[in-house]
């Protein structure tokens, strides 16, 4: 069996890896191929954004640089824990620049939603 190799782009709370995963058919390995910093920036409505399109280029670059040093990845997954999200219209063009999950946007509103919602089910 020819060698299987898969990216994977781990993110985290302030950065993201990029992992490859080596398949001989007996053994899987993995070596980090690099990282990258999460970029957040305060704009002027006064809310921390997350930088996705800085992100998502420096990812691509990442990935040229494992491409042009031999590997050939059979796949690329994105894992996320979720907690920044950006809205999509019907053609997938991002309508705006994500909230970055660390914003104060809702701390006003917080207590009135514990009223309505019991903090087990959050």
């Known amino acids: ?18 992992v490859s995963g080596h398949f001989d058919g007996r053994r899987l390995s993995m070596r980090e191929e690099g990282r990258l910093e999460l970029y957040q920036s305060y704009l002027p409505d006064g809310w921390l954004y997350l930088d996705v399109v800085n992100i998502f280029a420096q990812l691509k670059l990442l990935i040229a640089r494992c491409t042009a040093a031999g590997l050939r990845p059979a796949s690329i997954g994105v894992d996320t824990w979720g907690g920044d999200y950006g809205l999509l219209d019907q053609y997938g063009t991002l309508l705006g620049l994500p909230l970055f999950y660390k914003n104060t946007r809702f701390t006003d509103y917080f207590p009135q939603f514990l009223e309505q919602v019991d903090m087990q089910e959050v």
């Open 1 to 18: 069996m020819a060698k299987l190799v898969a990216l994977a782009a781990d993110t985290g709370k302030s950065s993201c890896r990029l």
